[in-house]
């Protein structure tokens, strides 16, 4: 999946992820309900909110550290033994920093 093909899908899933954050961090900043009872669980959703933006963030951070990587010889190698990761293992996660055989050792 390298060249065009994965650059697309990486920019296509950076598009959809700042999206939902930005949507998550609208919510996040939401003024709470005068009702304590309904206050209790606008702060449980929050934390929901919270760990969806975390998620969010880390996942931006691993498609830009691919997009990086992408047009070097460095997009499509192992971070750890150097070796190609496959590409059906790129097209599934384009972000994939380890082949197979590093992934399932750690």
């Known amino acids: 999946m390298q060249g065009i093909t994965a650059k697309q899908s990486l920019l ?6 700042s999206t939902r954050l930005k949507a998550v961090e609208l919510d996040l900043h939401k003024a709470y309900n005068q ?22 963030a880390k996942e931006l951070a691993q498609i830009d550290r691919a997009l990086s ?3 070097t010889d460095q ?6 033994c ?4 496959g590409n059906e293992r790129l ?5 994939a920093t ?9």
Request: hydrophobic share 25%.
């Open 12 to 17: 296509k899933r950076q598009v959809e992820l």
């Open 82 to 85: 150097g070796e190609p990761i």
């Open 69 to 71: 990587k992408l047009g």
């Open 35 to 56: 009702d304590s009872g309904e206050q209790a669980v606008e702060r449980e959703n929050d934390e929901v909110l919270e760990a969806i933006a975390s998620e969010t």
């Open 91 to 95: 097209e599934v996660l384009p972000t």
């Open 75 to 80: 997009y499509g190698s192992c971070d750890q």
């Open 98 to 106: 380890t082949c197979i055989s590093c992934a399932q050792s750690h």
